[in-house]
């Protein structure tokens, strides 16, 4: 069965500073795709990035980007000049071709620091 | 706009009490979902729908039902078989072409037992 796993259950970083999320999966799968979402206060669920498994180039979207690590199945999330409109859980997710439905990490809570 | 709305915001249950949860979505999308988040743990899948008037259990369908009389609206109805009700309910939508697929989320809905 595959498994998303968030190590960090909560991340602190300072405003303007660079600060890495930790996501492993498991899977047999080789078509996929991960997802990184962010929950706000507001608990709207928002899309932050995706990559599709068959690139090798890791997404980026604008202060976010990933490390897609395909044989070590990690999918890590690193922003850049955070800002505290960056204060939210973050989940990542799963899902393989052809189906719908994804699997959900367990959440990294991020703090922004003033 | 585009989007998808759900209702109520906060919804109150009596033991013994069905209660509806209200998705609507105008996105065009074919699939939907519903989702059942608890502190401290991941997003768990209740029910999806591909397309009208056909759905699909998820991870934890037990004490809830749903229909998909229109395509744009997935009612979720949680039943008095459901012993642990409260949590956060997330309606999601996307486009529903067989491949993995970015989906959208709704506000959510707060359940509470009184």
């Known amino acids: 069965a595959q498994t998303v796993t968030q190590s960090q259950p909560e991340m602190s970083v300072q405003e303007a500073e660079t600060v890495t999320l930790s996501c492993t999966y498991d899977t047999s799968e080789s078509d996929y795709y991960l997802f990184w979402y962010k929950q706000p206060p507001s608990r709207q669920m928002i899309l932050v990035i995706r990559?599709?498994?068959?690139?090798?180039q890791n997404a980026t979207e604008n202060r976010f980007s990933v490390n897609f690590q395909k044989a070590a199945k990690s999918f890590s999330l690193k922003i850049s000049d955070s800002q505290l409109g960056d204060a939210a859980m973050y989940f990542c997710a799963y899902g393989a071709s052809g189906t719908y439905k994804y699997i959900f990490g367990t959440g990294t809570r991020l703090k922004v620091l003033a | 706009d585009g989007g998808i709305t759900q209702s109520p915001k906060y919804l109150f249950r009596k033991e013994g009490q069905n209660v509806t949860l209200s998705c609507e979505q105008n996105?065009?999308?074919?699939?939907m979902y519903w989702y059942r988040q608890d502190p401290g743990q991941g997003l768990r899948l209740i029910y999806y729908s591909q397309i009208v008037n056909d759905f699909q259990k998820g991870d934890i369908a037990e004490g809830y039902s749903v229909s998909r009389e229109k395509k744009e609206s997935f009612p979720l109805t949680v039943t008095s078989a459901q012993k642990n009700p409260t949590a956060f309910y997330l309606c999601a939508s996307s486009m529903g072409t067989l491949q993995v697929e970015t989906q959208y989320f709704g506000p959510g809905t707060r359940l509470l037992v009184l």
């Open positions: 990559q599709e498994a068959y690139k090798q």
């Open positions: 996105l065009n999308h074919d699939a």
